[in-house]
């Protein structure tokens, strides 16, 4: 089954793991294509996923969301 994975390596013995499955030839490292977001979008990114750590209860779902952009847009 061939596919793209994305994978967050946890610990040393699993990049050890991918490195030798690379050598054999079984898998393929790839470069993330996202080069074309910004990198001040990135940050910001970043920046308000670490505001709502912070203050959860000011989160407001899908729904409650476009409510407030079809209010805004009357």
Do not use: C, H
């Amino acid at each position: 089954m061939a596919g793209y994975y994305f994978l967050r390596i946890k610990k040393d013995y699993a990049s050890a793991i991918i490195e030798d499955l690379r050598k054999l030839d079984a898998v393929e490292l790839v470069e993330p294509e996202d080069s074309d977001i910004p990198d001040w979008q990135k940050k910001q990114v970043k920046a308000r996923l670490k505001e709502l750590k912070k203050n959860p209860e000011k989160a407001i779902n899908w729904s409650g969301a476009t409510k407030k952009l079809k209010a805004l847009a009357k």
